[in-house]
């Protein structure tokens, strides 16, 4: 069964860093591919970053390599995006996604704002 996920939001500055957290609730968590999807004012929402249940495999967007790192906490039940170096382009609604075989859940979504 899918998970029920919530994210949080910011405004950073160019070159800046911030982590973004989403917290699941339920005992499925943990056999859950946790995912960070973000979808910038006009254009379509994309994948940012994914990781599997046991954390050992991690996928990113191009537009992110090398700057954001995603990770879990399966004790804690949470997920993380840490983003470094951000970039105007780095604005978006962030969402957070749970996805247990064809099962998804998503997050409300929150703002994060890259401005000088």
């Known amino acids: 069964q899918a998970q029920r996920v919530e994210s949080g939001g910011g405004v950073g500055q160019p070159g800046g860093s911030r982590t973004r957290s989403c917290a699941a609730s339920g005992c499925m968590f943990n056999v859950a591919t946790m995912s960070w999807y973000r979808q910038a004012p006009g254009k379509e929402r994309e994948l940012v970053a994914s990781?599997?249940?046991?954390?050992?495999?991690?996928n990113y967007a191009d537009s992110v390599r090398g700057r954001f790192i995603i990770s879990r906490d399966n004790a804690k039940k949470t997920v993380a995006l840490q983003m470094n170096n951000v970039e105007d382009a780095d604005t978006a609604v962030y969402y957070c996604?749970?996805?247990?075989?064809?099962?998804?859940?998503w997050g409300q979504g929150t703002q994060v704002s890259v401005s000088s």
């Open positions: 996604h749970a996805r247990i075989g064809t099962a998804t859940s």
């Open positions: 990781v599997n249940s046991v954390g050992n495999r991690k």
